[in-house]
């Protein structure tokens, strides 16, 4: 079933997974695009690119919405005419949304280790509890916190927000689920409930993980 999963965080709030099976033909076959999105899709040069930004479609339509409902602002931040809002992100061979009363943002990643090489470039508050290095915990300490600063910035989506230097995800376990982060940027501070989980699929090597952020 290309309809992963399905988590209804609560009664204003619904993640939905796309597992992205189909080839692009099946896809395009099921979706109503209006012209600016066509020509968008048109552009695409990546056949996986464009798969993924028709999964998103097959996943608003699983939630009421058409591809004429969805909109983007200067900024690409999408956002619909009503009072939900949304959040995309697209990974490898999935696609999820999450749609919200509240200001939300949603990121999932491959777990993967090349994550390593780069964690100087968005850590620095939260280098006091990432240790040891180099481990399999790690790695996926990493993940969550890439995916964290991801939904959040997707939620402020200000130019100029560094993920290393504004914003800090509080210390955490992989045994549980939540956890908080902050935004310090300029003399703006905002806290948000960030959660995570792991997704695994039988069709696919590797595990993917979901985080999803909200602004409080």
Not at 4 to 25: A, G, P, R, V
Not at 42 to 48: C, F, V
Request: charged share 30%; net charge negative; proline share 1%.
């Amino acid at each position: 079933m290309p309809l992963f999963q399905t988590i209804q965080f609560n009664e204003t709030t619904k993640i939905l997974i796309w597992e992205i099976t189909e080839s692009f033909d099946e896809l395009y076959s099921q979706v109503t695009l209006k012209e600016k999105t066509q020509r968008r899709l048109d552009g695409m040069k990546s056949q996986m690119h464009q798969r993924a930004f028709l999964s998103v479609r097959m996943l608003i339509q699983e939630m009421g919405f058409t591809d004429k409902d969805l909109h983007y602002d200067e900024f690409g931040k999408p956002y619909f005419d009503c009072h939900n809002h949304i959040s995309i992100t697209h990974s490898y061979h999935f696609a999820a949304i999450i749609i919200s009363h509240k200001k939300v943002g949603i990121d999932m990643e491959l777990q993967r280790e090349k994550i390593q090489k780069i964690a100087d470039k968005f850590t620095d508050y939260e280098c006091d509890y990432l240790e040891p290095k180099f481990t399999e915990e790690y790695i996926k300490k990493l993940t969550v916190i890439w995916g964290a600063k991801e939904a959040i910035f997707k939620i402020r989506n200000e130019k100029g927000i560094s993920f290393k230097d504004h914003i800090r995800v509080t210390d955490f376990s992989l045994d549980k689920t939540q956890t908080q982060a902050s935004l310090h940027f300029d003399d703006l501070i905002k806290d948000f409930d960030v959660h995570y989980q792991e997704i695994k699929s039988d069709n696919f090597e590797g595990t993917f993980t979901l985080v999803y952020a909200f602004e409080k």
